[in-house]
């Protein structure tokens, strides 16, 4: 992999505040920034503001403010909102700002030298949102396919970039360079849209009708399409063609794009470099949407949430740690407060909270808070332990160099499920009566394997990899340690453990507030006492599992249908990681039957089914010790 890294984000839109989609966006490019910089590399991550054209316009105009007053007003609030979210870029860029206008003229400039823009008379359906001409047949029953408005008919003379000059050369460079853009599915997606003739782009709008964009430089009575100024703040950015960022990171550009942008990014701007005679960016890599309610998340659909206020519900690690494990990138993924708090609790509060609490609570116990050296490793278990941190690493830094976040927590979660495995079977608090030696050895390899969980971390959960290495008694940040030293086994002596809270105390959805969890190390959580009444009003039945599938877009979530002896019914569970369907048919278990119906995924569940959750995260159904007739009462 190279030793500079260089991504961007879409430049932002300021028709409105940004959603939770805007920041996953922007939050994998914090992320992957934050990696490369712990590998070792030069980073530059760019992101900012797309602030010219007919929608701004129109905003601004409802808000009853100037243009530039209504787009240095909500660029300020996207900047406020990613700085506030902790997020470290190294340019904010606007496309007001004169540096990038004074570039876009340039380069168009060029280009029009080059005799490859032209003037014209064009007439087709345009739609305001999308700011650009639809032709009949991308029309969906003559509305836009994004906004779900209907195309307007527009007829006027404008210039024109010779963009069908650069098909031929296109394809080529996409099939010469199968990673050009990436996943798969979105190069393949490009190549079909390049099957068909590809026409010239509309670069201007006269300014009789749209006065706020970047003047033409060889006619003021036009201003600058949209996309074709926008596009440019990648290199604009940069200080092109003769600026050091320039030289340095340009050859390495990774961009950024939900897939809704795909065609631009992917099509525009590849033939306006090659035009420009600007070398092509390396890789475009294209995420999916966010859904919600099975539709994507979207301003002008009024289907949004803000990542502030989720950050301040539920904490912005968790927030974090919510967008790039539930994503697996290229693919949609759906959104709601449910999965979020699902997420927190099974794979935070459970394992994480849990490998961290458990181990440092028996150094403390057993230990005086001396946390040990991890030592030579004698058994057959220490080896696993520790074989399963070393191959960390690799598998890493090959998921980060694909944006496979999803793949890259998968591998510390591994990790953090062999250290809990580990304390299983080890039993420190046995060894505490019998063998010191062994309880030493035991509590430094987890903490050893804690210690470079922290490490890994650091680019996905920054200030939770602070606390793991604090209270390991690690002076410094992860983040600025060198990672081919850092997480190698036993690379740096851990201090005297220090107490805290539950990194991560499980949540409620029904409760008010998060529950309170003790921090005590030799502490049983508070278990709330009810009376025999209230568990009468408890309806239990054995219910056998006649029919099991997994819920469409959905990683956790199984539709069963059951048998309660007097009926059928559905009822969904979120076992789907631990139990396949096919194995589920047959099976007798114990359901709450007396529950009030609720819709998960568009699904009606009527009951719930009762089951065991180890420290580990593993899933054990509750089920009556032999076969009884379906619909008997649990008493």
């Given at each position: 992999?190279?030793?500079?890294f260089?991504?961007?984000?879409?430049?932002?839109?300021v028709?409105?505040?940004?959603?939770?989609?805007?920041?996953?966006?922007?939050?994998?490019?914090?992320?992957a920034?934050?990696?490369?910089?712990?590998?070792?590399?030069?980073?530059?991550?760019?992101?900012?503001?797309?602030?010219h054209?007919?929608k701004?316009?129109?905003?601004?105009?409802?808000?009853?403010?100037?243009?530039?007053?209504?787009?240095?007003?909500?660029?300020g609030?996207?900047?406020?909102?990613?700085?506030?979210?902790?997020?470290?870029f190294?340019?904010?860029?606007?496309?007001?700002?004169?540096?990038?206008?004074?570039?876009?003229?340039?380069?168009?400039?060029?280009?029009?030298?080059?005799?490859?823009?032209?003037?014209?008379?064009?007439?087709?359906?345009y739609?305001?949102?999308c700011?650009?001409f639809?032709?009949?047949?991308?029309?969906?029953?003559?509305?836009?396919?994004?906004?779900?408005?209907?195309?307007?008919?527009?007829?006027?003379?404008?210039?024109?970039?010779?963009m069908?000059?650069y098909?031929d050369?296109?394809?080529?460079?996409?099939?010469?360079?199968?990673?050009?853009?990436?996943?798969?599915?979105?190069r393949?997606e490009?190549?079909?849209?390049?099957?068909?003739?590809?026409?010239?782009?509309?670069?201007?709008?006269?300014r009789?009708r749209?006065?706020?964009g970047?003047p033409?430089?060889?006619?003021?009575?036009?201003?600058?399409?949209?996309?074709?100024?926008?596009?440019?703040?990648?290199?604009?950015?940069?200080?092109?063609?003769?600026?050091?960022l320039?030289?340095?990171f340009?050859?390495?550009?990774?961009?950024?794009?939900?897939?809704?942008?795909?065609?631009?990014?992917?099509?525009?701007?590849?033939?306006?470099?090659?035009?420009?005679?600007?070398?092509?960016?390396?890789?475009?890599?294209?995420?999916?949407?966010?859904?919600?309610?099975?539709?994507?998340?979207?301003?002008?659909?009024g289907?949004?949430l803000?990542?502030?206020?989720?950050?301040?519900?539920?904490?912005?690690?968790?927030?974090?740690?919510?967008?790039?494990?539930?994503?697996?990138f290229?693919?949609?993924?759906?959104?709601?407060?449910?999965?979020?708090?699902?997420?927190?609790?099974?794979?935070?509060?459970?394992?994480?909270?849990?490998?961290?609490?458990?181990?440092?609570?028996?150094?403390?116990?057993?230990?005086?808070?001396?946390i040990?050296?991890?030592?030579?490793?004698?058994?057959?278990?220490?080896r696993?332990?520790?074989?399963?941190?070393?191959?960390?690493?690799?598998?890493i830094?090959?998921?980060?160099?694909?944006?496979?976040?999803?793949r890259?927590?998968?591998a510390?979660?591994?990790?953090?499920?062999?250290?809990?495995?580990?304390?299983?079977?080890?039993k420190?608090w046995?060894?505490?009566k019998?063998?010191?030696?062994?309880?030493?050895?035991?509590?430094?390899?987890?903490?050893?394997?804690?210690?470079?969980?922290?490490l890994?971390?650091s680019?996905?959960?920054?200030?939770?990899?602070?606390?793991?290495?604090?209270?390991?008694?690690?002076?410094?940040?992860?983040?600025?340690?060198?990672?081919?030293?850092?997480?190698?086994w036993g690379?740096?002596?851990?201090?005297?453990?220090?107490?805290?809270?539950?990194l991560?105390?499980r949540?409620?959805?029904?409760?008010?507030?998060?529950?309170?969890t003790?921090?005590a190390?030799?502490?049983?959580?508070?278990?709330?006492?009810?009376?025999?009444?209230?568990?009468?009003?408890?309806?239990?039945?054995?219910?056998?599992?006649?029919?099991?599938?997994?819920?469409?877009?959905?990683?956790?979530?199984?539709?069963l249908?059951?048998?309660?002896?007097?009926?059928?019914?559905?009822?969904?569970?979120?076992?789907l990681?631990?139990?396949?369907?096919?194995?589920?048919?047959?099976?007798?278990?114990?359901?709450?039957?007396?529950?009030?119906?609720?819709?998960?995924?568009?699904v009606?569940s009527?009951?719930?089914?009762?089951?065991?959750?180890?420290?580990?995260?593993?899933?054990?159904?509750?089920?009556?010790e032999?076969?009884?007739a379906?619909?008997?009462?649990?008493?």
């Amino acid at each position: 992999m190279n030793d500079r890294f260089y991504v961007t984000t879409p430049i932002y839109y300021v028709n409105a505040a940004p959603h939770s989609g805007h920041a996953y966006t922007t939050i994998v490019a914090d992320t992957a920034s934050r990696y490369h910089r712990l590998a070792g590399r030069q980073v530059y991550f760019l992101t900012g503001t797309d602030e010219h054209g007919d929608k701004i316009a129109q905003a601004a105009a409802k808000a009853g403010e100037t243009p530039q007053a209504y787009a240095d007003r909500i660029s300020g609030i996207f900047r406020e909102t990613w700085t506030r979210m902790g997020l470290r870029f190294d340019q904010f860029i606007r496309t007001t700002d004169p540096h990038h206008k004074a570039i876009v003229q340039q380069i168009l400039q060029t280009i029009y030298d080059k005799g490859e823009i032209y003037f014209s008379e064009y007439g087709g359906l345009y739609c305001v949102g999308c700011e650009r001409f639809y032709t009949e047949k991308e029309a969906v029953d003559g509305k836009c396919p994004d906004h779900q408005t209907p195309l307007e008919f527009v007829k006027e003379q404008n210039y024109f970039f010779r963009m069908s000059r650069y098909q031929d050369w296109l394809v080529r460079h996409i099939q010469d360079h199968p990673d050009f853009i990436r996943p798969e599915r979105y190069r393949n997606e490009a190549l079909a849209f390049l099957r068909e003739p590809l026409e010239d782009l509309c670069i201007s709008r006269p300014r009789s009708r749209l006065t706020w964009g970047i003047p033409l430089p060889f006619d003021d009575r036009y201003v600058t399409y949209v996309w074709f100024d926008a596009l440019i703040n990648y290199v604009s950015a940069l200080d092109y063609p003769n600026g050091q960022l320039y030289r340095e990171f340009w050859p390495v550009a990774q961009h950024l794009i939900a897939k809704d942008i795909l065609k631009p990014h992917g099509i525009y701007w590849p033939t306006m470099l090659q035009a420009a005679g600007i070398p092509v960016y390396q890789h475009l890599n294209v995420h999916g949407y966010w859904l919600m309610d099975e539709a994507k998340m979207s301003k002008s659909r009024g289907r949004v949430l803000s990542p502030l206020e989720l950050a301040d519900k539920y904490g912005l690690e968790a927030l974090r740690y919510f967008l790039l494990r539930e994503m697996v990138f290229g693919l949609d993924a759906s959104f709601s407060e449910e999965a979020l708090v699902g997420r927190l609790n099974a794979d935070l509060a459970n394992n994480l909270g849990n490998l961290v609490q458990r181990t440092l609570g028996m150094v403390g116990r057993y230990l005086e808070g001396r946390i040990p050296p991890a030592g030579d490793s004698t058994s057959d278990a220490d080896r696993t332990l520790r074989d399963a941190a070393e191959r960390l690493p690799a598998r890493i830094e090959s998921a980060m160099a694909t944006f496979a976040f999803h793949r890259a927590l998968e591998a510390i979660w591994e990790l953090l499920d062999a250290g809990n495995r580990y304390i299983d079977s080890a039993k420190p608090w046995e060894l505490a009566k019998r063998d010191p030696a062994a309880l030493q050895r035991v509590l430094g390899h987890a903490a050893e394997a804690l210690r470079i969980v922290g490490l890994f971390l650091s680019p996905f959960m920054p200030a939770t990899s602070d606390k793991i290495w604090a209270r390991l008694g690690i002076a410094g940040s992860p983040a600025g340690a060198r990672l081919a030293d850092a997480a190698r086994w036993g690379a740096m002596p851990l201090g005297v453990a220090a107490p805290g809270d539950a990194l991560f105390p499980r949540v409620d959805l029904s409760a008010p507030a998060p529950a309170e969890t003790s921090t005590a190390p030799s502490a049983a959580p508070a278990i709330p006492e009810i009376s025999i009444e209230e568990f009468r009003r408890i309806d239990l039945r054995v219910a056998t599992i006649l029919a099991a599938e997994a819920v469409p877009k959905s990683k956790k979530l199984v539709k069963l249908r059951v048998s309660t002896g007097m009926e059928e019914r559905t009822v969904v569970a979120g076992i789907l990681e631990q139990y396949a369907p096919a194995d589920l048919v047959g099976k007798q278990i114990v359901i709450v039957a007396n529950l009030k119906p609720s819709k998960l995924m568009g699904v009606e569940s009527r009951g719930m089914i009762l089951a065991a959750t180890g420290a580990d995260g593993t899933i054990a159904l509750v089920a009556p010790e032999r076969s009884v007739a379906p619909g008997a009462q649990v008493k």
